[in-house]
């Protein structure tokens, strides 16, 4: 079937600390992968995504590279920030199907 | 830039009244979707909606869940009964369309609280 597993939070880390969360997927077909962000009150937004193998997806210092060969599509940033705290999801979404798996958030706090 | 609405921002409703979420999808866009995020808890697939018809519907969309456009803008799910376990926060998403990955444009949530 198709699955989204991210890692567990919450993420505490303090600011210009590098940050890594990590995304593994199972899905049939070749699907898109994605990373959406929610701030606190706020709905779903798109932070970045990738559409096949090795393709690399960045946006706002935000970089996630689609690994097809270990199933995995970690989201990486080099230095955050106290406005980067939000809870973060991995998604797929394939050609073969209609909708969004979605990961179970993980929820990053940083510290100023 | 275009966005998709929806009202209202938070409903509270009594066990067993029915509600109506609406959402305003972008305007050219062809599919419509409806998810749940049941507090602390991952984002669920509900329905899909093209052509006016459901494509897709997930076991959580049972009897109780229906979904409408009925103008051609507006985009609207209802549950007829509530129950409790029907709190969560409801989003609306939609997709120009044309290829399986499209991105999903999500709206900001209707948070549902069942008494």
């Known amino acids: 079937g198709n699955s989204v597993t991210q890692m567990e939070g919450p993420v505490t880390l303090s600011e210009e600390a590098f940050l890594t969360i990590n995304c593994t997927y199972t899905?049939?077909?070749?699907?898109?992968l994605f990373w959406y962000v929610q701030y606190p009150g706020e709905g779903l937004q798109l932070l970045l995504k990738?559409?096949?193998?090795?393709d690399k997806g960045s946006n706002k210092g935000f970089e996630a590279t689609y690994r097809k060969e270990t199933t995995s599509f970690h989201l990486e940033k080099g230095s955050v920030q106290v406005s980067d705290s939000a809870v973060y999801f991995c998604a797929l979404h394939g050609r073969n199907f209609n909708k969004f798996y979605f990961g179970s958030g993980t929820k990053l706090n940083v510290k100023p | 830039e275009p966005e998709v609405t929806q009202t209202p921002s938070h409903q509270v409703t009594q066990m067993g009244q029915e509600v109506i979420l609406r959402c305003v999808p972008i305007?050219?866009?062809?599919?419509f979707y409806w998810y749940r995020q049941i507090l602390g808890q991952k984002v669920e697939f509900l329905v899909s909606?093209?052509?006016?018809?459901?494509?897709?519907k997930s076991e959580i969309f049972d009897d109780q869940f229906s979904v409408e456009r009925p103008d051609g803008s507006n985009f609207t799910l209802k549950i007829r009964s509530t129950k409790l376990e029907d709190s969560a926060m409801y989003f609306c998403?939609?997709?120009?369309?044309?290829?399986?990955?499209?991105?999903?444009?999500f709206g900001p949530g209707t948070r549902l609280t069942v008494l």
């Open positions: 909606f093209y052509n006016n018809e459901i494509s897709e």
């Open positions: 998403a939609s997709r120009i369309g044309g290829t399986g990955t499209d991105t999903q444009y």
């Open positions: 305007s050219n866009h062809l599919y």
């Open positions: 899905a049939t077909g070749y699907p898109s």
């Open positions: 990738a559409t096949k193998a090795d």
